[in-house]
T-cell receptor, first 112, second 114 residues
Framework: GNSVTQMEGPVTLSEEAFLTINCTYTATGYPSLFWYVQYPGEGLQLLLKATKADDKGSNKGFEATYRKETTSFHLEKGSVQVSDSAVYFCALAQGGSEKLVFGKGMKLTVNP | DAGVIQSPRHEVTEMGQEVTLRCKPISGHDYLFWYRQTMMRGLELLIYFNNNVPIDDSGMPEDRFSAKMPNASFSTLKIQPSEPRDSAVYFC????????????FGPGTRLTVL
C-alpha cells in the first residue's frame, strides 16, 4: 500500500541554521505530495505541495522538490527562525484519491 | 473568514460515558474529514464525507464510534461508550472540490477518558 516515511525526530536547531527534513514515499503511479505543518496547540495547515515529478513547491522560505527517481520529497529551508518551531508532516495522495496518507511527523525546535 | 470550528476544545470524561465532538467546516467546502492523533499511531483518518454523505468509514475503530453530517455546516463524532484508549486529539478538516487534498484543519478536541 501507499506509505510515507519521514526522518525521526525531534530535531533542535539554532536560529539561522539550515534545515532538511527527509521524506520518502511508496506509491503506485504518480501521487501528489504535500508538506503540512502543525504549530503548537493548533491543527495542521498546508505548507506546500507538488503534483508531478520535478515540481518544486515553495512557501514561507520552505522548498521541496518532487523526485520520482528517488521517490523523495525532502523539505528544506535555508535559515530557520524561532517561529518555525512546529511538527512537520509529509503526506501523499494517490492520483484521484480523496484520502491523504501522512507520515508520523517530525518535531522541530528552533532556539534563539 | 472563519476557519474550521471544533467544540469542545478539551473534554475530560469517565470511562463508559458518551462523548460528542462537534465540527463546523468552512462555508462552501464539500469535503469533511475526521482524524485522530496519538503519539503511538500518529494521525489516522477515521471517516470522511462528501456533500454530507459518508464515503469511507474504514478508519473508524469499532462500533463504539459513529459520525454524522446532517447538513453542510455541521458534523458530529460520537463515542459511546468511551474507553481510556480513546484518549487522543481529534481533528476535523474540510476541503473543496478538486483541491480535496488541500485540507483546512480545525484546532482539535483533546479528549481524555479516565
Amino acid at each position: 500500500g501507499n506509505s510515507v516515511t519521514q526522518m525521526e525526530g525531534p530535531v533542535t536547531l539554532s536560529e539561522e541554521a539550515f534545515l532538511t527534513i527527509n521524506c520518502t514515499y511508496t506509491a503506485t503511479g504518480y501521487p501528489s505530495l504535500f508538506w503540512y505543518v502543525q504549530y503548537p496547540g493548533e491543527g495542521l495547515q498546508l505548507l506546500l505541495k507538488a503534483t508531478k515529478a520535478d515540481d518544486k513547491g515553495s512557501n514561507k522560505g520552505f522548498e521541496a522538490t518532487y523526485r520520482k527517481e528517488t521517490t523523495s520529497f525532502h523539505l528544506e529551508k535555508g535559515s530557520v527562525q524561532v517561529s518555525d518551531s512546529a511538527v512537520y508532516f509529509c503526506a501523499l495522495a494517490q492520483g484521484g484519491s480523496e484520502k491523504l496518507v501522512f507520515g508520523k511527523g517530525m518535531k522541530l525546535t528552533v532556539n534563539p | 473568514d472563519a476557519g474550521v470550528i471544533q467544540s469542545p476544545r478539551h473534554e475530560v470524561t469517565e470511562m463508559g460515558q458518551e462523548v460528542t465532538l462537534r465540527c463546523k467546516p468552512i462555508s462552501g467546502h464539500d469535503y469533511l474529514f475526521w482524524y485522530r492523533q496519538t503519539m503511538m499511531r500518529g494521525l489516522e483518518l477515521l471517516i470522511y464525507f462528501n456533500n454530507n454523505v459518508p464515503i469511507d468509514d474504514s478508519g473508524m475503530p469499532e462500533d463504539r464510534f459513529s459520525a454524522k453530517m446532517p447538513n453542510a455546516s455541521f458534523s458530529t463524532l460520537k463515542i459511546q461508550p468511551s474507553e481510556p484508549r480513546d484518549s487522543a486529539v481529534y481533528f476535523c478538516a474540510s476541503s473543496f472540490g478538486v483541491h480535496v487534498n488541500e485540507q483546512f484543519f480545525g484546532p482539535g478536541t483533546r479528549l481524555t477518558v479516565l
